[in-house]
């Protein structure tokens, strides 16, 4: 290897360094997000492998093709080009390119298929599956009720603290992506699912431990987002429900079933807590739907 093109290779592994660490602690990322940040940019390095200077439009190109011959879908090779996107944004701004390479790239057309959510019958058999006669399971019929009810990711859901939820005024606040915190009403029957959890529940799984977080473990730890995940499978297979259900699913059940009666977008983007409203429109597909209902049953020529 050539010395200009070890240096280059160099530079490139301590810009990506820097810009991990700018997501870290100044714009306060989620776990989540820097894993897939770090693992993005590993993948778009190693494809690029040793190089003189920073990659251009071309060879970033180069690599979006790549992707699609990798067989990746369309949404996974947008989450690649939007990782480049704020990389060579954030050099810009610290001055280390004159230009941004990827600004003249198109972005992949993504969700060419409706996202998978529920109809209001299999969420109803989920929630009465889980078992009322223990614990655990009151804990799991209010986590389910409350998911439902606000839409939270699952990380969201697992990190409620047991001051975050004010059961009077059926509002709950949480901190989502980037470290924002928003505020999300929850309707009446969340609200009597977590009152029951508190009042025959947790105590029970506490045994006189302390413990910040509302849904708890049995050994008085929070409850993490693989475990509810097992969980929410486990509840699915009970009710027949095998394919693809995710707590996922149950978040665009509940933008879905929104927008059906009657919700705007915008309200609906900011109780999902989504930075911009181009990412709520995924939910769209409801809103033609809803659409057309309106023309046939109340135009004339219909």
Not at 58 to 72: A, P, V
């Amino acid at each position: 290897m050539s010395e200009a093109r070890a240096e280059g290779s160099a530079h490139l592994y301590s810009q990506i360094t820097a810009f991990l660490n700018f997501c870290r602690l100044e714009k306060g990322l989620a776990a989540n997000s820097l894993d897939a940040y770090s693992a993005d940019l590993a993948n778009f390095k190693d494809f690029i492998g040793d190089c003189k200077g920073l990659p251009g439009t071309s060879e970033i190109r180069h690599h979006i093709d790549n992707l699609y011959q990798s067989g990746l879908s369309s949404r996974s090779v947008g989450r690649h080009l939007t990782t480049i996107r704020n990389f060579y944004g954030f050099l810009l701004r610290e001055g280390e390119v004159a230009t941004d390479p990827t600004e003249h790239l198109g972005t992949p057309k993504q969700w060419q298929t409706i996202p998978k959510y529920l109809n209001l019958q299999e969420i109803n058999r989920i929630i009465q599956a889980t078992d009322l006669s223990h614990p655990t399971g009151v804990r799991d019929r209010a986590m389910m009720e409350l998911l439902y009810a606000s839409g939270l990711r699952v990380s969201e859901l697992c990190k409620v603290g047991i001051g975050d939820l004010n059961l009077e005024l059926g509002v709950l606040r949480t901190t989502g992506k980037g470290n924002k915190q928003r505020l999300v009403p929850v309707g009446k029957t969340a609200i009597l699912a977590v009152r029951a959890y508190l009042e025959a529940g947790r105590s029970l799984l506490l045994k006189g431990r302390a413990s910040r977080y509302l849904f708890i473990t049995a050994r008085g730890g929070c409850l993490t987002r693989q475990a509810f995940w097992k969980l929410l499978a486990a509840l699915g297979r009970k009710v027949g429900i095998f394919h693809g259900l995710t707590p996922h699913v149950l978040r665009h059940s509940f933008a879905t079933h929104l927008l059906e009666g009657g919700a705007d977008l915008r309200s609906v983007q900011i109780m999902l807590g989504h930075a911009d409203i181009s990412t709520t429109q995924i939910y769209t597909h409801v809103m033609r739907s809803r659409l057309k209902d309106t023309v046939e049953k109340h135009h004339p020529r219909a």
